[in-house]
């Protein structure tokens, strides 16, 4: 399967624990996001890389969200002492991009449950 | 920033009839308008996208158009299926830098065999 993969697929945590996901994108893509999705709502930016660079940073983005794409290849999404508002489901998704084109691709999200 | 609205929020339809999904965006600088198709416990997939320089584009059983002068555009499925029943977006993207797309809040469509 060469589409982007996120793992795990499901969290359940207590408040005031930390997680972590990850998202491993489509192989060769440069560019990675984030995304929050809550019931009923489209998915909502967070961040992105290109390569190994945080490029954009979205206001959604407390202090205690933390993303990492140390080699720009899979990156990482902390979330430190989790409150029950951060329950929802973390879309990652990938692009090339080249020009005018930055088509994503989505995986199938983590889902968090905050206690 | 780009603002996205979505309509209707829920379209129930017979199998073989058509449905047609609207948004209307803000930002006239966005030229790129992706349209993704969500089934339930699984992320978006892109089904059709369509760029401002064209007014219609269509994939088998799937069209989209583009009005720029009026900042709307539509996905239409015809001869729907069971297995289309799905929530879609649709989304706004400016080349104005990052590439960033606004989603709509999503239509949950069902068809009904």
């Known amino acids: 399967d060469t589409g982007v993969s996120q793992n795990p697929r499901h969290k359940i945590t207590k408040r005031g624990q930390n997680v972590t996901f990850r998202c491993d994108p489509i192989?060769?893509?440069?560019?990675l996001y984030w995304y929050r999705q809550t019931l009923g709502q489209g998915p909502e930016f967070l961040t992105y890389f290109q390569n190994e660079a945080q490029l954009e940073k979205s206001r959604l983005l407390s202090d205690r969200f933390s993303a990492e794409r140390p080699k720009g290849s899979f990156s990482t999404l902390e979330i430190q002492r989790t409150e029950q508002g951060d329950s929802a489901m973390y879309l990652c998704?990938?692009?090339?991009?080249?020009?005018?084109?930055?088509?994503?691709?989505f995986g199938p999200g983590t889902r968090l449950t905050v206690l | 920033g780009e603002n996205v609205e979505q309509h209707p929020s829920t379209l129930s339809v017979q199998e073989g009839d058509s449905a047609v999904i609207k948004c209307t965006y803000s930002?006239?600088?966005?030229?790129?308008f992706p349209w993704y198709k969500q089934e339930l416990g699984k992320g978006p997939q892109l089904i059709i996208d369509?760029?401002?320089?064209?007014g219609e584009k269509k994939d088998q059983r799937i069209a989209v158009t583009l009005n720029k002068t009026a900042k709307h555009f539509s996905l239409h499925i015809t001869e729907t299926q069971p297995e289309d029943s799905a929530v879609y977006f649709c989304a706004a993207t400016s080349s104005g830098g990052s590439y960033i797309p606004t989603f709509g809040r999503g239509t949950s469509l069902i068809v009904h065999p």
């Open positions: 930002d006239s600088a966005s030229n790129y």
């Open positions: 192989s060769e893509h440069n560019r």
């Open positions: 998704a990938s692009s090339f991009k080249t020009g005018r084109s930055d088509t994503q691709y």
């Open positions: 369509i760029r401002s320089n064209v």
